[in-house]
C-alpha cells in the first residue's frame, strides 16, 4: 500500500506541476557537463533564451562557469554524478555510489552543493544504477528537501527510476527529462531530436529536454531557438516548468 501511495503521490505532483500546460507549449531545455571546457561552457551560456546550464561539481571550470551563467541570467543546475550501469564508480570528482553511507551521502552532497555556486535545481549525471534503488534515492531526496528552494529534474537514464516517487515523498518538486536532443552527435540525429521535441511539446503541452555543449547541439540552438516564438512554442526556464 506504501508503494501505491508513493506512486499516487508522485503522479498527483506532474498532474499538479503541468496542470497550465494546456495552453502555448511550452518547452524547457538544460544544458549539461558543463565543467571542463570553458569556449564550449560559455557558448551554450550564450544560447538565446532562458536555457538552464548543468554544472558538474568539482571539475575545472564549474565555479567560474556557474557564475558566468548566473550573471548571464540563465538558471544553474548541480550536475550531480550518479553511479551508472556501466561502470563500477563514476569517472568525475565528486558523485554518489550505491557503496556509501547515508552519512557519506550528506557529505558528498553538501560537497558537491558547496562546489557550484547558484544553484536553483539538481540533476543526475549518467545515474542508471543508482536511481533505480529506493534507499540511496531516499537519501538523496531528504538532502535537496533540506534546501527548501531547490528542485530536481530526473534525467530518466533508465525506465525503472523512482527518482519521481521519491521526490514526492520528501516533498520536492521534481520534472522528468522527456527527450535527449543528442544521443549521438551528428546534425542530423540533432535536428531529429529537436524536431521530435516541438512535435511533443504541441501534442502535450510541455517538454523537459537535454542536450550538451557538442559542436552539432549548439550550432543547432543557435539558430532555431529564436524562431519558436513564431511558430507558437514558448521557451521557458526549467523552475518555470517544474514550478
Known sequence: MSWIRSCLAAMTLLVATYADAAGEPRIAIIIDDLGYQLDAGRRAIALPGPIALAVLPGTPRAAELARWAHDSGKEVLLHLPLQANSDDKHDEPVGIDLDMSREKV??????????????????????????????????????????????????????????????????????????????????????????????????????????HPYQATLELLERELPKLRDQGIELVSISELVR
Open 106 to 211: 550528506s557529505a558528498t552532497f553538501a560537497m558537491a552543493l558547496k562546489s557550484v555556486p547558484h544553484v536553483v535545481g539538481v540533476n543526475g549525471h549518467r545515474g542508471s544504477l543508482l536511481t533505480r534503488h529506493p534507499g540511496h534515492m531516499s537519501w538523496l531526496m531528504e538532502e535537496i528537501s533540506a534546501h527548501k528552494d531547490l528542485f530536481f529534474v530526473d534525467s530518466y537514464t533508465t525506465a525503472n527510476s523512482v527518482a519521481m516517487q521519491f521526490a514526492a515523498e520528501a516533498g520536492v518538486d521534481a520534472a522528468r527529462r522527456d527527450v535527449f536532443l543528442d544521443p549521438d552527435r551528428s546534425p542530423e540525429t540533432v535536428k531529429r531530436q529537436f524536431e521530435r521535441m516541438k512535435r511533443l511539446a504541441i501534442k502535450r503541452g510541455f517538454v523537459v529536454a537535454i542536450g
